[in-house]
């Protein structure tokens, strides 16, 4: 689709008649002499091309092609062609941007006043940058009244002079000074103007008052000519009404490919866009996806190139805290290298390793927590120690220097090189294009040093960061890089001086053209009105410019010329409607279309832009002619568009399909006697079948970040209580005594270990979460009596050294089922009775529902099991035994939940097993929790980790399809009725001696 045009190849442009004015004054301020020197001064460096390569190709009255010794350039570029060697024979030279925008920062932080605290933001900076440049626009005169009014214009003032002073003294000549000698060269006697022979304006718009000034001189001595273009019979060919921003540019891009296939090479088109990042990034997005070539002026910038994201990642680092999310993001930016044989790091490796090691912030942190995990995990000992030891080694080259701006600049290019990998082999070749280019201007920034001796770590990040972010990517070497190489694409600025054959011009809605131009804080409106020489633009200048933009741009298409303008505002949802200036800009000839939507735009799209869009387009006719999409040709060779489809389908419907949990018969079956499972898994399916396939089957899990944690999750403080009474209670059964104290001490050494393992969340709440469960602990060595502990932690089933064996019951249907586990504790009571006990902390509140079933349908299985391991071990056959749940914290709803294994709680249990067991083997997982009763439901779903998994329909959906036979299995565990002799079954509270009631 890319294509160079030859300088011998005629297009549409040769007729234009601007170009061919323009051909014809050149000829004619050459005269006799074709070798006479002819000056061209055009808008843009693209103009300057344009303007070559047209008077290259074009024919003279004998038919000859080609004018020769023609300089074409742009008026910025002519005044520094007169001025620096003026400026150079002074002694002095243009300053840089990075050092003008430093002596603008030392200068105003000098004033101590509200200039100071400007500076002291970003871009507070560049706001006044820009309003000091506008400023330096103005004519002497016109800057020494406004020097003189009281308030901000006066100190702006004061600071554009005291900015020239401090540059003169550095040796620096600014703008102003560059337009007074080109101005005085181009009046000279020294003949600076006979070099440049006659001077043509090809389309150049408004000048500045310095720019006319220096014309002015030109047009004295100079044959000087204007050649503008004539917009008369150039207004939009179609209109197209889209629905958002986004089908603008699909629009845009579907207009350049249909006229790639009609014939007409990408180079001889165009897309202007208005002025901003929006639509020009947007635009190259979906113009690489359609395969076409892009040129024109970058919408990169080096800050979002790689090169230019990690040395900024790594100066930010260097004043922070070492945050672990802040270093993992840096490591993940870039291919990082480590080592002296600089392998790339395991970056998603580290980032896991780090988050289970507890790091939060800190390079002490990093050290301690990441051997703590290696000497917890043989397995991740080697990669922990490796990480600790880069980090380690990070924080000591990335201690910022103290000095020069040219000792910063040199750190910062030493970091980049000593960390970036930056092989030519694994590069594209535009990234490899711009760490040479962020190289280079980091660098550059050591020329500060002329107007600043020394500089702080914050103002060199702020001074890298800015000339990173207006520093655009240069990527005119590349191949398919240069002005011609594919479609222009630029804002509507850039189409002066330019013809193509074609064009698109987006955003043309009221809203965006023109749009609100609001006021200016540093130069308000009637500030500007004060300045009669037009060097400080008004908001009526600002709209007339915008304007000449917006028709220069229309202008440019010599055949086709297609506008677009978003009919909503996707931000805020408001109707747009065309631009005031629409009615200029079109005529009775054009063409008006409308692009309802984004499936309007597929349906019709011809050509699609990308493979989607080739299948949406043809699943869409086929389906428009009666055809069903799943059985499409397109869908018969592509499995996930056509389970896209049945999905979709499947979730409306009243059938409980795949799609919504029906997974098929016996394709799920845990109950597996060589494979004892916990009580807690069968308790999962009975709570919601659904959360039971995601979370013990497709083994699906929420990951918790260190950084994210604020408080003690839940479940690691119930761990941390548990490790305290298991190392408490192992004592006690060593022969230790009953001690508070001693129980209080166990709990001080597990809160430092904890702590060491990052489990804790922020201090000031550590503290108070710490304060209650000592205040819990106290609690529980009043509960805990004169029981005689037999066990702490008594394992089953797991096969490890030391367990027992499985607890193992058979259904009626001869279904054997194992269980393995771990009762909390054993203990016999004064009168003899087994005791199991298992812990709960927290609130508790769904224990409740054991007064009613001891089994609460399933979701609590755990004390019959708890209980038939206790009599395995320490009972008989048949001995009664008391398991219970033992709550801890102070938010309980009772102080234990109690309950007597009987005939009939074993009887319950049974059941409720073979339902459990009937419903996974028949493969039913709807989205269907069970804790809240009727109409509340789908209340649990709140607190559901897979929350976001499930469709938000979901409760219609359970609606629908609860009448299905395939969740008839789910619906019998459901509402199974519990015999009417069970109920107080459980009983809750101690006695004095802290044996159940």
Known sequence: MTRRPDTDQVTAVDADPVVTALCAAVRSVKGADPLAPVTVVVPSAYAALFARRALGSSAGIDGRRGIVNVSCTTMDKLIRQLGVPALSARGQRLVPAPVDLEALRTRALASRGWLAELVGHPRGLVALRDGVAELRRCPAPVLSALGRRRGRIGDLCALVENVRHHLHESGFADTVDLAQAAADAAAGPDGALATLGPVLLFEVGTMTPSEQRILDVVVARNRTGRIEADTGGHGLTEVRACADPDEEVRAAVRAVVASIDAGIPSWAQAIFHPPGPGYGRALHQELAAAGVAVNGPGTRRLDRTVAGATVLGLLDLAASDWARDEVMAWLSTAPIVSGPHRRRI????????????????????????????????????????????????????????????????????????????????????????????????????????????????????????????????????????????????????????????????????????????????????????????????????????????????????????????????????????????????????????????????????????????????????????????????????????????????????????????????????????????????????????????????????????????????????????????????????????????????????????????????????????????????????????????????LEFGSGVDGADPAVTVILDSGLEISFKGKADRVDRTPSGELVVSDYKTGRQSMLSGLKKDPVAGGRLLQLPIYAMAARARFGQEGEPVQARYWLLSQKRVAPCFNLTITDEVQARFLTVLALIAGAVEAGAFPGAPTEKPGDRQFDACRSCDFDVLCPVTRERQWARKSSDLGVAPVLALMHAEVPDDLEGAVVDGFDDAGVPR
């Not at 090691?357 to 301690?368: F, I, L, N, S, Y």
């Not at 869009?613 to 043809?618: A, K, N, V, Y």
């Not at 018969?636 to 979730?651: K, P, S």
Request: glycine residues 8%; charged residues 25%.
């Open 346 to 793: 395991p970056a998603s490796r580290w980032d896991s390793l780090s988050s289970e090691a507890g790091v939060v912030r800190g390079p002490a942190q990093w050290g301690e927590r990441l051997r703590n995990l290696a000497n917890r995990r043989a397995d991740q000992a080697s990669a922990a120690e490796t990480l600790a030891a880069f980090v380690e080694n990070l924080v000591t080259r990335a201690t910022s220097p103290h000095g020069s701006w040219s000792t910063h600049a040199t750190w910062a290019v030493e970091l980049l090189d000593h960390y970036l990998d930056t092989d030519p082999g694994s590069w594209p070749a535009d990234e490899l294009a711009a760490v040479e280019q962020v190289r280079g201007s980091v660098l550059a920034l050591g020329e500060l040093d002329t107007v600043s001796e020394r500089t702080d770590h914050g103002a060199f990040v702020r001074a890298v960061r800015t000339v990173l972010e207006e520093t655009a990517l240069d990527t005119s070497d590349l191949p398919d890089g240069g002005f011609g190489d594919g479609v222009f694409v630029a804002p509507f600025g850039r189409a002066r001086g330019l013809r193509f054959d074609r064009v698109v011009v987006l955003g043309l809605a009221d809203a965006v053209v023109p749009g609100g131009i609001g006021d200016d804080a540093l130069l308000p409106e009637d500030i500007r009105r004060l300045d009669v020489s037009g060097g400080l633009r008004t908001r009526a200048a600002r709209l007339d410019e915008l304007h000449d933009d917006v028709v220069a741009a229309i202008g440019a298409g010599t055949t086709r010329r297609v506008g677009t303008y978003p009919r909503v505002d996707p931000r805020n949802g408001r109707a747009q409607v065309p631009s005031r200036w629409m009615g200029s800009l079109t005529g009775p000839r054009t063409r008006w279309r409308s692009v309802d939507s984004f499936s309007a735009g597929i349906s019709s799209a011809n050509p699609p832009l990308s493979r989607r869009e080739l299948e949406l387009h043809d699943m869409v006719r086929f389906a428009a002619d009666g055809g069903d999409p799943t059985r499409s040709p397109l869908a018969i060779t592509a499995d996930r568009l056509r389970v896209g489809i049945e999905a979709a389908r499947g979730r409306m419907s009243d059938a409980f399909t795949r799609f919504d949990g029906n997974v098929g018969v016996g394709r799920v079956s845990p109950f597996i006697a060589a494979a004892p499972m916990s009580a807690t898994r069968l308790e999962a399916y009975a709570k919601c079948p659904r959360r039971f396939l995601y979370d013990r089957v497709l083994q699906v899990s929420e990951r918790t970040l260190p950084e994210e944690i604020w408080q003690m999750e839940p479940t690691e403080r119930g761990t941390l209580v548990h490790a305290i009474l298991e190392e408490y209670l192992l004592e006690r059964l060593a022969g230790a005594s009953r001690s508070l104290p001693r129980l209080l001490a166990v709990a001080e050494a597990q809160f430092a270990s904890a702590e060491g393992r990052g489990l804790v969340g922020k201090a000031l709440l550590w503290q108070m979460d710490k304060a209650a469960m000592r205040r819990d602990l106290v609690r529980f060595h009043d509960e805990e009596g004169d029981l005689e502990p037999l066990a702490a932690e």
